[in-house]
């Protein structure tokens, strides 16, 4: 074939693949909507009767959900307050980071990786000044952990309603894997004083958010961290670099790191006397209760469910403990009387969600179906009514007691104010 034939066919089978492809284009253009969020929430996307039929979507720099699964934090618009993690709407252990609680004192912060610093001083030899580059070049650690704000399941403790969902129950924890440097490295290299006990961390926000946390509490597993669940931190989780103390309240877990100061002694900030100091019965206040204890909630059956009959069920859920391993997890169908071990699926992380599950054969009655958590050092998740003597009705932190939920002859579910059992 002469050269030049060859070509004008070439160059003709190029032209008729150009235009297919642009064809396809603006017929799939016609039929697939741009992006999942253009879907009005409530309302079903829509989608062709056969997908063999019509191409699909093209590539995008930035994957979405389908329409059809449309998990939302609740609620949003908070300056100064949180939004809570879908519980209910999960599986697995590791939460999204787009869907990870939050908790703002004053925002969030717009800040510029570039200009942001972490500087370290005190009783040190050596203060010094870390760049995100910085802190780069050290290696770095992955793990796996929980961070739970310590007012989480507040609403649930103090005014309880059955239409409360596992969301609005104990939302405010989410489970990440966190990429970041060891705080023991960071005070290796600044020469970190015998006598420095305390340290205090000052975040970046417009309320400069700082807490006072014992060094030994750190040393072990304390991570200055920069990226969760494969990228660089969210905004909202602490972008660009926050502190991470697994198995501690939230607050300590102080974002938007900028500063630490190493001392002998708690520095009592305002965070620390106007707030995160729980009140107790016999007139004496609970102050620097750090650790989360062992915590469970089931999430489905949950309310708004509704079970069509009788017969066998999942009951599965999440567990935690920031005292280390979740060992065994127990469930009772019947309102507390008897109680099951639960299987616990995967590899069980320490101060991880431990996800659980049990099948369960509902013989249509009314009950209620409830968990309770023992962690590695044999610490059982207590009642509510053990708590309430305990803690008293004014205690404004570290909500652990059992939750249950009440499933009605019709199969509808609803929050049991008081976990069946008293």
Aim: with cysteine; net charge neutral.
């Amino acid at each position: 074939m002469p050269h030049g034939e060859r070509e004008r066919r070439l160059s003709r089978r190029t032209l008729l693949a150009g235009a297919a492809g642009a064809l396809g284009g603006a017929i799939l253009g016609g039929l697939v909507p741009p992006a999942a969020a253009q879907v009005p929430e409530g309302h079903p996307p829509s989608v062709p009767d056969d997908p063999t039929k019509v191409l699909g979507a093209p590539t995008r720099a930035v994957g979405e959900r389908s329409p059809f699964e449309q998990p939302r934090r609740t609620p949003t618009g908070e300056t100064v307050g949180n939004s809570l993690t879908p519980l209910q709407d999960l599986t697995g252990t590791i939460t999204p980071s787009d869907l990870h609680f939050e908790r703002h004192h004053a925002g969030v912060p717009q800040i510029d990786p570039k200009r942001h610093h972490l500087m370290i001083h005190g009783m040190v030899e050596r203060p010094m000044i870390f760049s995100l580059e910085d802190l780069g070049r050290y290696p770095s650690v992955t793990r796996t952990h929980f961070i739970e704000c310590s007012g989480n399941g507040r609403g649930a403790y103090r005014s309880p309603k059955p239409e409360l969902t596992p969301q609005l129950v104990d939302g405010l924890t989410a489970n990440t894997e966190w990429t970041g440097v060891p705080l023991a490295a960071l005070f290796e290299a600044v020469g970190a004083a015998r006598g420095a006990e305390w340290f205090l961390a000052e975040g970046s926000d417009a309320s400069r958010m700082a807490r006072s946390i014992p060094v030994d509490l750190a040393l072990e597993d304390a991570l200055v961290v920069y990226a969760q669940n494969g990228e660089a931190l969210r905004p909202e989780q602490g972008y660009p670099v926050r502190l991470l103390l697994p198995g501690l309240e939230g607050n300590v877990n102080v974002k938007w790191l900028r500063r630490i100061k190493l001392g002998p002694a708690p520095f009592m900030t305002r965070w620390e006397t106007s707030k995160y100091t729980d009140p107790l019965p016999n007139d004496t206040a609970r102050q620097f209760s750090f650790v989360m204890d062992a915590k469970s909630i089931i999430t489905s059956p949950a309310y708004p469910v509704v079970l069509p009959g009788a017969g066998w069920w999942p009951i599965r859920g999440l567990a935690w403990s920031g005292r280390g391993r979740i060992t065994r997890v127990e469930v009772s169908a019947d309102s507390g009387r008897s109680w099951a071990p639960a299987e616990l699926v995967g590899t069980v992380l320490p101060k991880a969600h431990t996800r659980f599950q049990m099948m369960w054969r509902w013989d249509g009655r009314e009950t209620v179906v409830m968990s309770r958590a023992v962690d590695e050092t044999g610490y059982a998740q207590p009642t509510h009514a053990h708590l309430l003597t305990v803690r008293g009705p004014g205690t404004d932190f570290h909500f652990n007691d059992i939750r249950g939920w009440r499933i009605r002859p019709d199969g509808h579910v609803f929050f049991d104010t008081r976990g069946g059992i008293t």
